[in-house]
């Protein structure tokens, strides 16, 4: 695959002969994920390469990886339903499948009518409580060619990117009691399915079956992190390269793309929802 002679790769000789508790190897769709939801709509294109997502009037789909994770960083090229995807949402997620604590990541691409941009809403569940919802308007069309999403979890905060442009930073703010997941190791999933009740515009806009079948890809899978079950010193090593002193917060160029994101691209933040927050969450404030 294309990692193994990019510079990544003498990252990743790095991190193996400096921990080889890590798991840090691209990962393959039939190596590391299971079908979760409608075999029949999945398909393996390329050799398992490529996984072609299928969603119609009998059914949507999903998969997950065969492990779960704690700290680290996954991502994904996807490339979206195209044209007409309105009522559709793709996601992309972590979750501990802990009902009563769950913690949760999420990304989830908002379809949308022909010519109207996609929206991708992410959200954060530490400890059970999520209702932390924020969306940008894509600033490419996300249907046209692969982008690459990702979610970098360490000890000082996660990071949500498209094309290596951050667009939420969740923080560690356990020192003003907000809750961080931390402890609960998260599985990495993905699913495409109908949701015509709330996803484009409020609900306004329906899917039009008759567009369908709707196609969403996947490639270039990479999860970088401490499998669990797996070495139990793992989690706690400083000198996993997510720990690093530069991911412990973003850098100058990222810091200024995250602000480019924020003024430009930002369509709600829950931070802002007076009417669902009239006190501001204590995360929320600088
Ligand atoms: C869909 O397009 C409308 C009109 O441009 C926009 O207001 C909305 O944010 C877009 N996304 C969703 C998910 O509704
Ligand atoms: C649904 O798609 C069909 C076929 O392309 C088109 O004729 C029709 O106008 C579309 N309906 C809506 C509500 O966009």
Redesign the pocket.
């Known amino acids: 695959m294309e990692h193994l002679i990019s510079n990544k790769s003498v990252l990743l000789l790095l991190i193996v002969t400096t921990s080889l508790l890590v798991d840090a190897r691209p990962a393959t769709f039939l190596q590391d994920f299971r079908i979760t939801w409608s075999d029949s709509h999945i398909r393996q294109l390329d050799g398992g390469r490529t996984i072609q997502l299928i969603l119609d009037r009998n059914s949507g789909c999903g998969f997950a990886s065969k492990s779960k994770y704690l700290f680290g960083r996954v991502s994904m090229k996807i490339k979206l339903i195209p044209g007409d995807s309105a009522g559709t949402v793709t996601a992309f997620y972590m979750n501990s499948d802990t009902d009563q604590v769950r913690d949760e990541l999420d990304f989830e691409f908002?379809?949308?009518?022909t010519g109207?941009?996609?929206?991708v809403q992410t959200n954060v569940y530490a400890h059970g409580k999520g209702d932390r919802e924020q969306?940008v308007?894509l600033w490419f069309d996300p249907a046209a060619d692969y982008h690459t999403y990702s979610i970098m979890w360490n000890h000082h905060h996660v990071v949500f990117s498209v094309d290596q442009i951050p667009i939420r930073v969740y923080k560690n703010n356990e020192a003003k009691g907000v809750p961080f997941p931390k402890f609960q190791p998260m599985g990495v999933y993905s699913t495409l399915w109908e949701a015509d009740d709330w996803?484009?515009?409020?609900g306004l806009?329906k899917i039009n079956w008759s567009k369908a079948p709707f196609y969403a890809y996947y490639k270039d899978f990479d999860i970088e992190g401490c499998p669990v079950p797996g070495p139990s010193t793992c989690a706690s090593n400083p000198s996993n390269w997510w720990e690093g002193s530069r991911f412990q917060q973003l850098d100058p160029v990222a810091a200024s793309r995250y602000q480019w994101v924020r003024a430009n691209h930002m369509?709600y933040d829950y931070c802002t929802d007076k009417h669902r927050y009239p006190n501001t969450p204590p995360e929320c404030v600088a």
């Open positions: 908002l379809g949308n009518r109207q941009p996609y929206s969306r308007n996803a484009t515009r409020g806009e369509v």
